[in-house]
């Protein structure tokens, strides 16, 4: 199993310019997140999906756009990347949350750079 | 939305015990409370979730007073590869009104020889 993927790893990009980042999971989970982690802070959710073809607003959704067309992958897009999205993109997974199981498994994360 | 409070960061030596608070005075009834670590360039990794009483795992065990309005996550006999970022979170994310899962800022760890 290769848990949580995620590509790329790293990028660049002028302000203006836009990107898919694209998550896959194998694990059949139902539930997949995006995370953005600027530093020496902690991640802050932007979206995230409860099931193939679902997609909801996490805390920080403004200036981003996600899709899941299948249950395995889930992409995160930047129509037009500004400055202030510099920073590392986790990505995430995990079952149908229910009592005392709500793990979260992580990928490596993206680094990214708006210049 | 339950909110946190950690110690922004904490020392130790290689082989004692690390024991890291986290304060959640507005916990709700139905929330879990779950740590997580992370280790530079790498996402969080899950450690242990509790309700309340005392869980253990290989990895650590959490603490949870009656009143659950702290928590503490306790390393035994930690080593230079438990220096890390560790994330208390408190939420219910069974909740059908939306996700909320929230990381705060976490505690430094950070393990001496």
């Known amino acids: 199993n290769a848990g949580v993927t995620q590509t790329p790893k790293f990028r660049v990009l002028k302000t203006g310019q836009s990107m898919t980042l694209l998550c896959a999971q194998d694990?059949?989970?139902?539930?997949m997140y995006w995370y953005r982690q600027d530093p020496g802070m902690g991640l802050r959710l932007i979206h995230y999906?409860?099931?193939?073809?679902?997609?909801a607003k996490g805390e920080v959704p403004d200036g981003y756009n996600v899709s899941r067309l299948k249950k395995q992958n889930f992409l995160l897009g930047l129509e037009s990347a500004a400055p202030s999205q510099t920073s590392v993109y986790f990505c995430?997974?995990?079952?149908?949350?229910?009592?005392?199981?709500?793990?979260?498994?992580f990928g490596p994360g993206t680094r990214l750079t708006v210049l | 939305l339950a909110k946190t409070t950690q110690p922004i960061s904490m020392d130790s030596y290689e082989g004692q015990e690390v024991n890291i608070t986290c304060s959640h005075n507005?916990?709700?009834?139905?929330?879990?409370i779950t740590w997580y670590q992370q280790f530079p360039s790498q996402g969080p990794r899950f450690i242990i979730q509790g309700y309340k009483t005392k869980v253990t795992n290989e990895v650590a065990s959490l603490f949870i007073p009656a009143d659950r309005k702290s928590s503490t996550l306790s390393l035994p006999r930690v080593s230079l590869s438990d220096t890390a970022v560790y994330y208390c979170?408190?939420?219910?994310?069974?909740?059908?009104?939306?996700?909320?899962?929230?990381f705060g800022a976490g505690t430094r760890l950070f393990v001496k020889a």
């Open positions: 995430a997974s995990s079952l149908i949350p229910r009592t005392g199981n709500n793990e979260q498994f």
């Open positions: 694990m059949n989970h139902e539930y």
């Open positions: 507005n916990i709700a009834t139905n929330d879990y």
């Open positions: 979170l408190v939420g219910d994310d069974r909740n059908t009104g939306g996700f909320k899962t929230i």
């Open positions: 999906s409860v099931g193939e073809g679902t997609t």
